[in-house]
């Protein structure tokens, strides 16, 4: 098999995988129910992607874990945090947050 069709082939399976698993939930619709235990693990895992994006950025510098005060990122989100909590807002968190990151950034 030559190296052209190997790549022709594994892109049309992986079209056809996308396809697949994002059309089998409009054409199987209510039919086919997941269990009650996966639907409600489900609903966690928007909460837990956005946790695996952030954390790295937040708590890694260099490849090492940066828990100092000297770790802006980290600050500026636990600033963002109290805001959100306090005002579940979300635009005065995203201000706060840049505010306290710019802040700390410049006067620290």
């Avoid at 909590?85 to 706060?96: D, V």
């Amino acid at each position: 098999m030559t190296p052209t069709l190997q790549l022709w082939l594994a892109f049309v399976g992986i079209g056809l995988t996308a396809v697949v698993t994002r059309c089998s939930f409009m054409v199987l619709g209510e039919r086919l129910r997941l269990p009650l235990a996966a639907e409600h693990a489900l609903k966690h895992a928007p909460a837990a992607a956005l946790a695996a994006i952030l954390a790295p950025a937040l708590l890694l510098h260099d490849g090492r874990l940066a828990l100092a005060p000297g770790n802006f990122r980290l600050l500026a989100a636990v600033v963002a945090a109290i805001v959100m909590w306090k005002s579940r807002s979300m635009l005065w968190t995203m201000a706060a947050g840049l505010a306290a990151f710019t802040l700390l950034r410049l006067y620290a």
